[in-house]
């Protein structure tokens, strides 16, 4: 819950404390009285958007501090951040804009610890919800409403969510780990499957020979060559018996030394 909302040099207000109750806090006034702008500084502090419009004409710097109530969603965050930020009974955020060069520079503090801008982005959602003119569509948000609901329910009702959560949880784990095991006894059956086939396979080859396989891929290998080597001869038989001049090649053959001494 927003405590407080101190101002310093913002937009059209030099200095501005305003204390807020626990409950419904309604502004009213009439237009121009500067409603807006008390959202714009709590729309600022929790990491929205700077420029030079956003600090008081004829100042340099500005200075925005807003004050939030601790509760265990904060504290949970504020501890996971392991940021040293010390924890009191509250969450004090400061954001300082200053006017460099024509430009704005921006430094954000937790309890006076420097953060980074998104972390005080990540924090925003726990704070506040600012919905503008136009913006209802939020309103239409399934996930929002069942939040509405379960915290209008109290304390029981989000232990319960959280119960439902872990259980959810836990069934959607249990769910992929079944279709893991159901995918891999797939996966034994289909190999099974696969040797039975090969096996079957082996067994209609009838291998004697402990090299027979690859004794046949030899003589594959050879056979694969039968063309080729029948072109060749092919090729042999027209050198021999058909060249250009009509008559066979000469055959040339010289006796064996043993006969031509007769």
Request: charged share 25%; glycine share 8%.
């Amino acid at each position: 819950m927003l405590i407080s909302l101190k101002i310093e040099n913002f937009a059209l207000v030099d200095q501005l404390m305003l204390q807020l109750n626990g409950g419904l806090n309604v502004l009213t006034g009439e237009t121009g009285a500067g409603k807006s702008i008390i959202l714009d500084a709590i729309d600022a502090v929790l990491g929205g958007k700077a420029s030079n419009r956003l600090i008081r004409s004829g100042e340099k710097k500005a200075l925005l501090e807003a004050t939030f109530a601790l509760n265990d969603s904060l504290r949970a965050w504020v501890e996971a951040q392991k940021a040293d930020i010390p924890l009191e009974q509250h969450l004090v955020c400061t954001r300082e804009l200053t006017v460099s060069k024509g430009s704005v520079r921006s430094r954000s503090k937790l309890n006076g610890i420097a953060v980074n801008k998104p972390q005080i982005e990540d924090l925003r959602r726990l704070l506040v919800e600012i919905t503008a003119q136009g913006q209802t569509l939020q309103l239409g948000t399934p996930s929002l409403q069942l939040d509405w609901l379960d915290g209008y329910g109290g304390k029981p009702s989000i232990k319960q969510r959280q119960t439902v959560a872990e259980s959810y949880a836990a069934a959607i784990a249990a769910q992929k780990a079944l279709d893991r095991r159901r995918k891999a006894e797939q996966q034994r059956l289909q190999q099974l499957d696969l040797f039975e086939y090969q096996c079957q396979e082996l067994s209609s080859a009838n291998l004697g020979e402990p090299d027979e396989l690859e004794q046949l891929q030899q003589e594959h290998q050879r056979l694969g060559h039968d063309v080729e080597l029948q072109q060749q001869r092919y090729k042999v038989y027209q050198i021999l018996y058909e060249n250009d001049g009509g008559g066979s090649a000469p055959i040339c053959w010289e006796p064996p030394k043993a006969f031509s001494a007769i």
